[in-house]
């Protein structure tokens, strides 16, 4: 036993005048999964609390990083205390830390303060639909460095989370989900137009997602030249466009359901071909018949 304290109070290496032992060092990892076991066992228990009791997922994902933050803060402080090391013993690795900061990691600061204001004005939140340039999606996670971002397709993305603040984003679900989107029909010349606008009219209404106020608008937009061209606006609860989608093809579907019960031929290209003939032309068409 005497050995072994002897041991653990050998001297490994002196900061000033705080001398550290061999004990004090070992102490540390031992402290270190104490506390990292202890940490996840009370943020998954304090997560669980806010989901059974319906909290905002973007609330609880901002509790939960301010949580670890504070835990780390807390184990760091703990540590020095334990081994008697003052903060000033620091100052001079701060202070070099601080200069590589500011030359070698400023994206990465950028980005890590990015994520807070994120996280904290929630301007994106997760559960949104995005779209960044050419570049749709649904937001899946929002961390401290990067936001990854489920693109339409199912391909995942991680972009910077300064980017998402220096750049124009459209955020379709910001405020909520009410998107306006429209769909165009041609039908034939000589179809009854008013009956056509009734129509479509009819098929929009009958779809549970549109919304009746604003009201949906029928405009008969052109004389097109194939076709009556009609454009019907109406405005739609969706999550993102892939809702959109499908909503704008179930009303088509019933357009033309209703179309063909009505007898109203929607439109195709049609082109007439005018021969100006100068001279007689020698026309023979040769039929060759085969013996079995």
């Known amino acids: 036993m005497n050995e072994l304290e002897k041991l653990l109070g050998l001297t ?24 990292l076991f202890a940490a996840r066992w009370v943020g998954k228990l ?27 803060l807390i184990f760091l402080f703990t540590v020095l205390e334990l081994l008697h090391v003052p903060l000033s013993a620091f100052a001079f690795i701060s202070g070099a830390v601080a200069i590589g900061v500011g030359f070698g990691a400023q994206n990465i600061i950028n980005n890590f303060i990015s994520g807070w204001i ?21 937001v899946e996670t929002i961390n401290t460095r990067s936001t990854r971002i489920k ?14 603040l220096e750049n124009i984003v459209v955020n379709w679900t910001l ?12 039908v034939a010349y000589g179809s009854p137009v008013r009956l056509v606008e009734k129509l479509i009219t009819q098929a929009i209404d ?10 949906p608008m029928v405009v008969f937009n052109n004389f097109g030249d194939n076709a009556l ?4 606006y109406f405005w739609v609860l969706a999550g993102g466009e892939k809702d959109l989608r499908v909503i704008c093809s179930d009303i088509r579907f019933r357009i033309d359901e209703l179309f063909r019960e009505n007898d109203i031929v929607i439109a195709f290209p049609q082109r007439d071909i005018h021969l100006d003939v100068v001279s007689p032309v020698d026309v023979r068409i040769n039929r060759q018949r085969e013996d079995a």
């Not at 304090?46 to 780390?72: A, D, E, K």
């Not at 405020?175 to 041609?186: A, K, P, S, W, Y």
């Not at 549970?208 to 009201?215: A, G, K, N, W, Y």
């Open 229 to 232: 061209e009609f454009v019907s």
């Open 12 to 35: 490994v290496f002196e900061v000033g005048e705080t001398t550290l032992t061999l004990g004090q060092l070992l102490l540390v990892p031992t402290i270190f999964f104490v506390a």
């Open 46 to 72: 304090l997560v669980s609390r806010m989901t059974t009791r319906g909290l905002n997922p973007n609330l609880i994902h901002l509790v939960r990083r301010v949580y670890f933050v504070v835990v780390l």
């Open 206 to 215: 009958e779809h549970e997602h549109v919304l009746t106020d604003p009201p």
């Open 175 to 186: 405020i909520d989900r009410v998107t306006r989107t429209q769909v165009e029909v041609g």
């Open 151 to 164: 693109r339409v397709d199912g391909v995942h993305l991680l972009i910077p989370n300064s980017y998402l």
């Open 118 to 138: 994120l996280m904290w004005e929630s301007p994106i939140r997760i559960g949104d639909f995005l779209e960044i340039g050419e570049t749709k999606g649904t």
